[in-house]
């Protein structure tokens, strides 16, 4: 059976284009970039990561993000519903998502669980279940990065509801994604905001975004939780 994101894949790219969108950056490739470079700092201050230290991406798409990432890591793993993302996965080791609700991969086995701008596609109802599943695959110790729109932004709100992809999207506050964190016994640790400064003025000014991380304003944030040892 074809999941929602088989039938956007094939103009992906297209479908994101939005004058605002568009205005902050060339193309998504500097999204991905930004996030990446918020993990990475991540990473560098708890020491996770490493050739021993395994990563997994949930709702992964087409890849971009772990491509990024995988040098930093002894394996990189990503999952999604959607076959037809995923094939633009190259050769990252990636496994199709057939129940919406679980995750191809046997108990604690990642040191770090990411899903970017995937919770907002999810039914508010079925968010427990799938945190749980991420908490089922994270080994003790291990922690779970949620990345997801800034509902408090008006510039995201905007982009989200024009956006064709987003049609069925909820989107959901950094409060909420910590206390469904809770919900799921991950303890959140650290919100950050990000995607202040737009990809023309980041070489220069991209360093004032760390005296905005806990200002709830940002285009997105990322909600960090980490599982007991
Ligand atoms: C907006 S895309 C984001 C893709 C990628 N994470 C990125 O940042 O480019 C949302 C992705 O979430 C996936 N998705 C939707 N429901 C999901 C679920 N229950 N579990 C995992 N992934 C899901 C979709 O198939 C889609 O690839």
Known sequence: MKSEFDHYAGDYQGLLKDPIRDSFAKSSAFFHLRKWLLLEDFLRQSKLGG?????????????????????????????DPSAEMLAGCGDLKVEVQTDLLKLPYPDQSFDLATAVCVYHHVPPEDRPALTNEVVRVLKPGGVFCIIEHNPYNPATQL????????????LLTARETAS????????????TYF??????????????????????MGGQYAQFGRKAR
């Open 180 to 191: 469904r964190m809770r919900a799921a016994k991950l303890e959140p640790f650290r919100t």
């Open 195 to 216: 995607l202040y400064i737009t990809e023309g003025l980041y070489k220069k000014f991209g360093g004032l975004e760390k005296y905005l991380e806990k200002v709830p």
């Open 159 to 170: 982009i989200v509801k024009r956006a064709p992809i987003d049609a069925n999207a909820i």
């Open 51 to 79: 050739p021993q230290a395994r990563w997994l991406d949930i709702g992964c798409g087409q890849g971009e993000l772990l491509q990024l990432g995988r040098a930093a890591f002894g394996e990189v793993s990503g999952c």
